[in-house]
Every structure is written in structure tokens, then in C-alpha cells.
């Protein structure tokens, strides 16, 4: 998975622009990101990566982008 693909897709749950969101998009920043959305996010990663998602620890504490893409990237998960 891409990091494009990663924003594309807190875009479509955040109901926002991929062009918008940044690193920093997370559950301070964007008043959307609550936690259904968290939550939403996390399943739509795993759903996009096979339930590779889901085998990493940490993964529900990652509430930006940034911690997102830091978590995925860690565990191969991102290209």
C-alpha cells in the first residue's frame, strides 16, 4: 500500500479531499476524526491490506496520519 492510498483513504472516511489531508491529520486536528471514524480508518486499512492491519499492537493508538503511516511502514505495510 501507498502513502496516497493511505490518505485517499482517511479522505473518504473523513469525507475530505485526499489533496487535504497531511501528516498531521488526526484525531486533534480534524474535528471528523472521532472515534468512529478511528475506527472506520483502521478497517478500511485492514480490509486493503488482507487483516494485516490487525496483527499490529500498537495500530488503535496510531490517531494521525503521520502515526498511520510510521506504524504501516514499520511492519511492511507501506511502499
Not at 468512529?36 to 491490506?49: M, Q, R, S, V
Not at 487483516?51 to 502515526?67: C, R
Request: proline share 4%; hydrophobic share 40%; net charge negative.
Amino acid at each position: 500500500m501507498t502513502r496516497e492510498e493511505v490518505y485517499a483513504t482517511v479522505g473518504q472516511i473523513l469525507n475530505i479531499k485526499p489533496e487535504e489531508v497531511t501528516p498531521e491529520t488526526g484525531a486533534e486536528t480534524s474535528p471528523d476524526w472521532d472515534s468512529l471514524a478511528h475506527i472506520n480508518i483502521l478497517t478500511a486499512l485492514d480490509e486493503k491490506t488482507n487483516g494485516k492491519i490487525a496483527e499490529i499492537d500498537d495500530f488503535m493508538e496510531a490517531s494521525s496520519v503521520e502515526k498511520i503511516c510510521a506504524a504501516m511502514s514499520q511492519n511492511g505495510l507501506l511502499s
